[in-house]
C-alpha cells in the first residue's frame, strides 16, 4: 500500500467521498450547526413567543416557580415534552447543515449541541430519550426549524 492511500485511508477525503475512518461530515457543516445552535440558543424564547406551536408548553408552563414546583408531575410533564420540541428543533436544524451520512446524524447534532449551546454537554445527554418519550413534541420541533431557518439563517 503506498504512503498517500495510507494516508487517505487514516484522515479521509473532505472532498465529501465516503470515508473509511471518522466522520462522514465535514468541518464546514458542523461549524455551520454550531453556529446555529449558538443561534436558537440566545432566539429561541423569543421567537417562540411569535410563533409558539399548538401544543409546546409556554416557559411559564414548565419553568420552576418556587420550591412547591420540583414536586409537580404536571410542570414536570410540560417541561419534558419542551425539551423534545427543543431537541427536534435543534435536530431539524443540524439536519439543514448536514452533509455526511445518516448514520453519522446523531453524533452531528450532539457535537453542533455540546460546542453551540450554553451547557451543551447537560442539553445533550438527553438526546434520543425526549425523542422516544414524546415523540409527537420532537416531531413538532422538527417541522419548526423549517420556519425557525427562514427566520434566522
Do not use: C
Not at 98 to 118: E, H, M, N, Y
Amino acid at each position: 500500500m503506498s504512503h498517500g492511500l495510507l494516508l487517505k485511508l487514516s484522515i479521509g477525503y473532505s472532498s465529501g467521498e465516503v470515508k473509511l475512518f471518522g466522520k462522514s461530515y465535514s468541518s464546514k457543516s458542523l461549524t455551520l450547526a454550531t453556529n446555529a445552535m449558538r443561534i436558537i440558543d440566545q432566539e429561541i424564547t423569543f421567537d417562540f413567543m411569535d410563533y409558539a406551536p399548538d401544543g409546546i408548553p409556554k416557559d411559564h408552563e414548565w419553568q420552576m416557580s418556587g420550591l412547591g414546583s420540583i414536586f409537580d408531575r404536571k410542570r414536570k410533564i410540560k417541561a419534558e415534552k419542551r425539551v423534545a420540541f427543543n431537541q427536534g428543533l435543534m435536530t431539524g436544524v443540524a439536519d439543514y447543515f448536514f452533509d455526511g451520512s445518516p448514520s453519522d446524524l446523531d453524533k452531528f447534532v450532539k457535537t453542533a449541541v455540546i460546542d453551540g449551546v450554553v451547557k451543551g454537554k447537560t442539553v445533550a445527554k438527553d438526546f434520543g430519550k425526549m425523542e422516544r418519550k414524546h415523540p409527537k413534541e420532537f416531531s413538532i420541533g422538527y417541522q419548526y426549524a423549517e420556519g425557525f431557518i427562514e427566520r434566522h439563517f
